[in-house]
Nanobody, 126 residues
Framework: QVQLVESGGGLVQAGGSLRLSCAAS????????MGWFRQAPGKERGFVAG????????YYTDSVKGRFTISRDNAKNTVYLQMNSLKPEDTAVYFC???????????????????WGQGTQVTVSS
């Protein structure tokens, strides 16, 4: 069992930056692939970024490439999402997700992840 708690959300102006954190507790965090998803009102939850257990592989949805960076610190049981050049369309609740996966594959679908956090709100004003 892995528990995930997100933090770092808030209100920011367009062009600004935020860094989200996801703290994990429980078993073998270092052997989990981790992902960030987001859900805007009235829309389905969608993939933002993912990282393999070792950090050697990352994957991003096209709309955030070059602006967002996912990273992890296995010693701190934490995964991060650095978000730069934020746009109003980035406004959503951001969720951290984890999946026991000891490979370089990075899952990108909701159903591929077993563990989820409660989410943190990110609001980008124009």
């Amino acid at each position: 069992q892995v528990q995930l708690v997100e933090s770092g959300g808030g209100l920011v102006q367009a062009g600004g930056s935020l860094r989200l954190s996801c703290a994990a507790s429980g078993r073998a965090f270092s052997r989990h692939a981790m992902g960030w998803f987001r859900q805007a009102p009235g829309k389905e939850r969608g993939f933002v970024a993912g990282i393999s257990w070792s950090g050697s592989s990352t994957y991003y949805t096209d709309s955030v490439k070059g602006r967002f960076t996912i990273s992890r610190d296995n010693a701190k049981n934490t995964v991060y999402l650095q978000m730069n050049s934020l746009k109003p369309e980035d406004t959503a609740v951001y969720f951290c997700a984890g999946e026991p996966l000891y490979s370089d594959y990075v899952p990108s679908y909701v159903h591929e992840y077993e563990y989820w956090g409660q989410g943190t709100q990110v609001t980008v004003s124009s």
